[in-house]
């Protein structure tokens, strides 16, 4: 069929299947990190520091994309930094969408009270600068994965309620709402029944967008050395050693970078691409 | 015959603003069809809105009564009030685009609420969507009923939203406007189906519409409203035969096909308008006085 629905469909197929088939990826490395990283991603060896990659001729066996100042294997440490950022991901990722949705729909479906209370609040989170907060929040909490993921929570929920709130709003309007209240159904029914299932592609979509955010936060604090221990192995704090050897070993830098780039931009495309799939409109 | 639905001095207003209903009265005897008509905004809906308590936030009633089966619904407590409008009253709306939920396939939007509000068992609840589906006219109705909205033609939506609101076998039903949103070829068949439904069911009907046609062929009785009040209740017969109020006769002078027979088209006169926008003007400074 020649129609515009076919090739939208065909379309985001091809970009669940790429974006897909790396999350897919990724996930086994880090749920099998132990079995699958050649090396000791902690195992330093200042003798064998800054080994080029695997097509070099001063390639190593068994470092196939090269070592970093300290003689650690980069690839090992971009396997288990993939550990670190999916850990956040899919924890982060989920709170933030359960707290902002909750909320967005409440406000979106109840409005009166409610919604000025929680848009009150989203305007007051708005203001704060996304970067500073979380890294004051850090500094209150303290580092470690538990904090990281709080910070993103507290700080990304407005994200989830705005969007949602809008588009509950619009679903509230429709006469099937009011059709469903003449018959009878309590609100609550109405808004868990009738509205989150019609919110739920845009929430999808959002979720696996905060995920890939969740994952760039969690390298910007690792980064700037607010995530875990400087030795372990995280992208943001690999990419931050790599820097300051960049011409003498761009490895270090690049693919970690590479995989922050990949992983972010996949999960936004996999959302976009879920959305449409589950879009009922295009179904 | 005491009236099934009787809406005494309803009066509704913006919160904290004019009134968009002012002391409107208008009965419904069970079994009869009223037609509803006025120009737009004339606050038609807004009837309909108030009865089945689906009101927008902006919007309470300040005044009056609206009695269902001889109870007040406004006096009732919530949750006995949406029992109450559940189980007798239904509504046939005017835009099948967003009547069905897009998200749900069609049965269950018509079984849910026999089985979740009315207790049927489901086996009962499908059988009877399956007869209303095949008595509007739908081919095929069991695979309607495993069908996305969006799979559907307006007409065909609209045919199943006609079929839902008599599922219950309600003792009232509001339609509003239920063709307008619709082809000039569906309108008629959908016309048609209504009165047919309304027949076999021996179901109350309050049929909104701006369409005197409509009224004529469908409607026994008649209310027309002009900026929120009643101004003439009538038979259908005499409305066509001698309009009661100026502001009728200029609406029944205003519509085609009870002109003259070369078809010219009398505008309602200015100086009836006026008239009328004084009158209410008067009413609403009063109230407003009376208010404060
Ligand atoms: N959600 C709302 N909030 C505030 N005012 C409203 C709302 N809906 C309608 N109104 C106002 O109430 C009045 C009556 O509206 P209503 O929808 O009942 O008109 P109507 O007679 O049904 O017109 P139409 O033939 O266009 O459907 C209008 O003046 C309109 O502006
Ligand atoms: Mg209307």
Redo the contacts with the bound molecule.
């Keep these: 069929m020649l129609d515009g629905r076919g090739a939208i469909r065909r379309r985001a197929g091809a970009r669940l299947w790429l974006s897909g088939g790396w999350l897919l990826l990724l996930v086994t490395v880090a749920l099998f990190a132990p079995l699958v990283a050649p090396q000791d991603p902690l195992a330093q060896d200042l003798m064998s520091g800054r080994l080029p990659p695997f097509w070099s001729a001063q390639a190593e066996p068994g470092f196939w994309l090269g070592t970093d100042s300290l003689g650690r294997d980069v690839l090992s440490r971009v396997i288990w930094g993939a550990r670190v950022a999916l850990t956040v991901a899919c924890i982060a990722g989920p709170l933030t969408a359960l707290i902002g949705g909750a909320l967005g729909l409440i406000a979106g479906f109840y409005r009166g009270w409610a919604d000025r209370i929680i848009s009150r609040l989203v305007d007051i989170w708005m203001a704060f600068p996304p970067v500073l907060f979380s890294i004051l929040l850090i500094a209150v909490l303290g580092t470690g994965l538990t904090s990281i993921i709080l910070a993103i929570v507290v700080i990304d929920w407005t994200r989830f309620a705005r969007v949602v709130r809008a588009e509950a709003m619009n679903q509230g309007a429709m006469d099937y709402v009011a059709a469903a209240q003449v018959a009878g159904f309590s609100r609550l029914r109405t808004m868990t029944a009738e509205i989150l299932p019609n919110v739920l592609p845009t929430l999808v979509a959002l979720l696996s967008l905060e995920m890939g955010i969740s994952v760039i936060v969690e390298a910007i604090l690792s980064f700037v050395n607010l995530s875990l221990s400087t030795d372990a192995p995280t992208w943001g704090g690999m990419i931050a050693e790599g820097r300051t050897s960049i011409h003498q070993a761009w490895w270090v830098l690049a693919f970690p970078l590479v995989a922050l780039f990949l992983t972010v931009l996949s999960f936004s495309q996999f959302g976009e691409g879920l959305k449409d799939r589950f879009d009922p409109v295009l179904r | 015959m005491s009236a099934l639905l009787d809406i005494r001095n309803l009066s509704v207003a913006?919160k904290g603003g004019p009134r968009?209903l002012r002391s409107v009265s208008l009965a419904v005897a069970a079994g009869e069809v009223r037609g509803l008509v006025?120009e737009?905004?004339?606050?038609?809906?807004?009837i309909g809105k108030a009865l089945l308590g689906i009101l927008?936030r902006?919007?309470e009633v300040v005044d009056g009564q609206i009695l269902l089966d001889g109870d007040d619904l406004l006096r009732l407590p919530p949750a006995e009030r949406r029992r109450r409008i559940g189980q007798r009253a239904a509504l046939i709306p005017q835009d099948p685009l967003t009547a069905l939920n897009p998200a749900h396939r069609v049965g269950p939007q018509i079984t849910d609420r026999l089985v979740d509000i009315l207790r049927w068992p489901r086996a009962r609840a499908e059988a009877r969507a399956l007869d209303l589906l095949a008595e509007v006219h739908i081919p095929d109705p069991g695979r309607v009923m495993k069908s996305y909205p969006h799979e559907l033609s307006g007409g065909m939506r609209q045919r199943v939203l006609i079929a839902s609101a008599f599922a219950a076998e309600p003792a009232l039903i509001v339609a509003d406007?239920p063709t307008t949103a619709l082809d000039v070829t569906v309108q008629k068949q959908i016309l048609r189906l209504i009165a047919e439904m309304q027949a076999r069911h021996h179901t109350a009907l309050l049929f909104v519409t701006?369409d005197l046609g409509v009224v004529s062929k469908v409607c026994q009785n008649l209310s027309v409203l002009y900026a929120g009040k009643v101004v003439e209740d009538t038979t259908v017969r005499d409305f066509f035969r001698a309009p009661g109020h100026p502001y009728s006769a200029a609406l029944l002078a205003a519509t085609p096909k009870y002109t003259d027979p070369d078809g010219s088209l009398t505008p309602v006169p200015e100086a009836v308008i006026a008239a009328v926008r004084a009158e209410v003007e008067a009413a609403e400074t009063e109230w407003q006085h009376g208010r404060r």
Excluded: D
């Design positions: 913006l968009l006025g737009s905004g004339a606050g038609k809906s807004m927008p902006s919007v406007e701006h």
